[in-house]
C-alpha cells in the first residue's frame, strides 16, 4: 500500500556513485535504486545517467500507485543556472546546468538542488544525531571533505552558500597552491583521492581502507598517524572558533574501527576550550540521499517528521 503523507523524489549525483530513491517526512527513503558514477566518461554523461536513474524511479513509483509532490537533489560544488562552482571531482561538471536538465525531466515538478555535504548534515538535523542541536557541526571525512554547520538553531549557508569548505583549509602556508588555483589544499592532501595520490608514490596499500587492514606495519601506522592528525588539528580549530555542542562525524573514513574518531576526540579534549561532544553520524553512505529528501520536503513546505525509529547504516 502506497504510504500516506508528502512524497519526494530523491537524487544523490556523488562522485563514485549516482542514487535515486523516493522519500518520506519520516525520512525513511524506498525504492532506491543506485547505478555508478564513472566520472571519467565526462559530465554531461554521468548526469544524462543520473536522470534517467531518477526518471526509472519516479515512473516505478507511479506505476506502483504513489505519486510525487517535489524533487530533492544533492551534488557536488554549488549549483547555479549556467554553472557549478567549487567542482573539480566529474571533468566538465562546472559546466553543466543541472537545472534546466531536470526541469526537462521534471517540468510538473518543484526542483530543490544542494551541495551534497550541506544535504548530509540536513539529514542529521531532521533524523539523526543533531536533532533538537542548537549549535553543532557535521563534518564529512572522506573523498571529499567538507562541514555543514548549525548556528543558534540555523543552518549557516554563507555569504556565497558555501560555508563550511574546511577542505579549503590552509596547513603548510602560503607556498601552497590554493583556491584561486582551482584546488582545495587540505583536501587535495588529506581527502580520500589525495591520498590514493600520495599513496601511489610509495610502496604502501593503495587506498585508507587497505591501509587500516594492515596498521601491523609500521610504515603504515605511521602514515595514518599522520592523517588522523592532520584532520583532529584541522577539527580543533574548527570547533575552537564554533564553539559547537555536538560535532557529528560522516564519511567513509569514520566506518567501522578506523580510529580517527577517537583521535579527534582525545585532541580536542586537550585543544579546545569548550570540547563538544563527538559522535558518530547517524546515516552513512546514503546520508546525502536522505538529506535530499529533507531538502524537497522543505520546498513544499512539508516538515520532517521523527515519528519512525531510524537505523544506523
Known amino acids: 500500500m502506497p504510504a500516506t503523507g508528502p512524497a519526494v523524489l530523491a537524487l544523490d549525483l556523488g562522485g563514485t556513485k549516482l542514487a535515486a530513491g523516493v522519500g518520506h517526512a519520516d525520512g525513511e527513503v524506498t525504492r532506491q535504486a543506485q547505478a555508478p558514477t564513472r566520472a571519467s566518461e565526462g559530465a554531461e554523461s554521468v548526469l544524462q545517467r543520473a536522470i534517467e536513474l531518477a526518471v ?4 516505478e513509483e507511479l506505476a506502483a500507485g504513489g505519486r510525487i509532490d517535489a524533487v530533492g537533489v544533492a551534488t557536488m560544488g554549488y549549483t547555479h543556472e549556467t554553472h557549478v ?3 573539480p571531482n566529474v571533468p566538465g561538471w562546472p559546466e553543466l546546468r543541472i537545472p534546466r536538465a531536470l526541469a526537462r525531466a521534471f517540468p510538473e515538478l518543484p526542483v530543490a538542488i544542494g551541495n551534497d555535504v550541506h544535504l548530509a548534515a540536513q539529514a542529521e538535523i531532521a533524523w539523526g544525531s543533531l536533532e533538537g542541536v542548537s549549535d553543532g557541526v557535521y563534518l564529512n ?26 577542505g579549503y583549509s590552509l596547513f603548510r602556508g602560503p607556498e601552497e597552491r590554493m583556491a584561486a ?13 589525495g591520498v ?12 585508507v581502507a587497505e591501509l587500516l587492514d594492515r596498521r601491523d606495519d609500521p610504515a603504515v601506522r605511521a602514515f595514518i598517524d599522520e592523517l588522523w592528525t592532520g584532520i583532529a588539528v584541522m577539527t580543533a580549530n574548527l570547533c575552537s572558533a ?23 576526540s582525545e585532541l580536542l579534549r586537550r585543544a579546545v576550550p569548550y570540547p563538544p561532544s563527538v559522535v558518530r553520524a547517524r546515516f552513512g553512505a546514503d546520508a546525502s540521499l536522505r538529506g535530499a529528501v529533507a531538502s524537497a520536503l522543505a520546498a513544499i513546505g512539508a516538515p520532517a517528521s521523527t515519528s519512525r525509529q531510524q537505523t544506523v547504516n
Open 56 to 59: 526509472r524511479v519516479y515512473e
Open 85 to 87: 562552482e567549487l567542482a
Open 141 to 166: 571525512l572522506g573523498s571529499g571533505i567538507s562541514a555543514g554547520i548549525i548556528c543558534g538553531g540555523r543552518f549557516l549557508t554563507g555569504a556565497n552558500g558555501a560555508a563550511g569548505e574546511v
Open 181 to 193: 588555483d582551482g584546488i582545495a589544499p587540505f583536501e587535495q592532501w588529506f581527502g580520500g583521492a
Open 196 to 207: 590514493a595520490r600520495r599513496l601511489a608514490q610509495t610502496d604502501l596499500p593503495g587506498s
Open 242 to 264: 564554533l564553539n559547537p555542542s555536538v560535532l557529528s562525524l560522516g564519511g567513509g573514513y569514520v566506518r567501522g574501527d578506523s580510529g580517527v574518531i577517537e583521535r579527534i
